[in-house]
């Protein structure tokens, strides 16, 4: 590892490297990845272990804090989450400006960023508490705005948090209860969700990660901060893979036509791209994906779904993909979106909200790097170089001499 500042101090060299594939642009302790040997470690911990083992909270704590929490300390964290999972009254009139059909993701982007305009006590960025309680506050606010984005755009009433139920339950009954019907949140459901939201908690310095360090390393308050990354997330190569992904389960339909997609992916004069696929770290299996795989056999079997036509197509393509020289010499995996598309729908989740759940699942990796670089002495403001290939200077002709 070169340290590219120093030598730009005394030299004035710098690198050329689009997409970032080879430039660190910060230490952190918080999560590591070998991408040749598929390993995830959330501050060293596998997350394997933790998705077997612990739950989401305790995944926030050890994200957060460093160290996986006591069990006082747990429930301690667990009632300061809960505390603050109400949001402010004028975010129910916030939300009704929006159209009914506006993309679920579009309204997580403003309402996040507008909390900012409701908690101004949390945009001290220089003060450690309100710092905690900032990132309290956006742990907690997610499932309540994700939930009333998708309730909106159903057109049914807000449910409100009842928070003796734990997170994610919590998150599940303000998505499905109907005012006025009994609603028992499905315990296994419920759990496999956690799973998943561990799964996505956090993933080192992706694109969305990297645009809340950026865009905090200005000073910028922590929840404009995480509306950046949200923003970031929605693109179809980060988050939205994993709509991308069920869509294309969808429009292969059946497993006959699985061979046709392959050719269109592997020819170079078609963008077509096979979603779910692939990854800039991982070159071999992306471990979540083997969790997710069995998280999605465990969901549908609790909901007594036998054969599901997606799962046929998704299991088939990945057995024909992981046998094809073009894939094998690309090293393209399935990645955790490949199978969370078909969990997610089984759920009941429709598919605007896949990308919501992968927000409201990384907001506290998203504010645990934040909070790594406000605390770290060194930190300076992200300013990218460029290689300027524009015009030499010239002189202005004025407009009557432009012929
Ligand atoms: N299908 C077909 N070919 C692919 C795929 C794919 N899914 N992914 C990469 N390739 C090919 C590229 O065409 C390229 O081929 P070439 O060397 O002949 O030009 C080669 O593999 C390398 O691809 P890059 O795009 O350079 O790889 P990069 O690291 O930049 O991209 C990415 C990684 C964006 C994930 C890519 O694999 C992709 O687009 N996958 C589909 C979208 C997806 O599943 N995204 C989710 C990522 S995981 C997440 O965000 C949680």
């Known amino acids: 590892v070169i340290d590219i500042s120093k030598l730009y101090a005394q030299t004035g060299m710098f690198t050329y490297d689009p997409g970032f594939t080879s430039t660190a642009a910060t230490e952190s302790k ?19 272990q933790l998705a077997e083992h612990g739950d989401f909270l305790e995944t926030c704590y050890l994200l ?14 667990d009632y300061r989450v809960t505390r603050h999972t109400m949001v402010h009254d004028q975010m129910n009139r916030f939300f009704t400006g929006f159209r009914r059909d506006a993309h679920p ?13 409701f908690y101004h006590d949390s945009t001290d960025i220089s003060d450690p508490h309100q710092r905690m309680i900032a990132s309290m506050r956006m742990i907690a606010k997610m499932p309540t705005l994700a939930a009333m984005a998708y309730k909106y755009s159903i057109g049914q009433p807000f449910v409100y948090p009842q928070n003796e139920l734990d997170y994610t339950s919590n998150f599940l009954r303000m998505c499905f209860a109907v005012p006025a019907e009994e609603y028992k949140v ?24 990297s645009t809340v360090r950026l865009a905090g390393s200005s000073g910028a308050n922590p929840f404009a901060c995480i509306a950046a990354g949200i923003a970031c997330l929605w693109g179809p190569a980060h988050g939205g ?7 294309m389960l969808e429009e292969i339909g059946t497993p006959d036509r699985i061979p046709e997609y392959i050719a269109k992916a592997k020819d170079k004069n078609d963008p077509f791209r096979l979603m779910g696929f692939g990854h800039r770290v ?37 057995q024909i993909a992981l046998k094809d020289e073009y894939f094998i010499e690309k090293k393209l995996y399935p990645n955790i979106d490949f199978y969370s598309g078909i969990t997610l729908k089984a759920m009941g989740f429709p598919t605007s909200m896949f990308t919501v759940l992968f927000a409201l699942a990384r907001t506290v990796g998203w504010i645990a790097q934040w909070s790594e670089m406000i605390e770290d002495p060194s930190q300076r403001i992200g300013r990218p170089r460029q290689l300027y ?15």
């Open 241 to 247: 893979a994993n709509e991308a992904a069920l869509k």
């Open 282 to 318: 991982y070159k071999n299996y992306d471990p979540r994906a083997r969790i997710m795989q069995k998280t999605t056999h465990e969901v549908l079997n609790e909901l007594g779904i036998k054969d599901d036509p997606l799962l046929d197509v998704a299991v088939e393509l990945e």
């Open 389 to 403: 290939t524009g015009e030499t200077e010239r002189d202005y002709v004025t407009v009557a001499q432009r012929g």
């Open 64 to 77: 957060l804090y460093g160290e996986l929490p006591t069990a006082a300390q747990k429930a301690d964290f």
């Open 105 to 117: 993701m579009a309204i997580m982007v403003a309402s996040v960023g507008a909390l900012s305009a």
């Open 30 to 48: 918080i999560t590591y990845i070998d991408g040749d040997k598929g390993i995830l470690l959330y501050r060293g911990y596998p997350i394997d």
């Open 186 to 209: 499905n315990p296994v459901l419920s759990r496999a969700l956690d799973r998943i939201f561990i799964l996505h908690a956090d993933h080192e310095q992706n694109a969305s990660t």
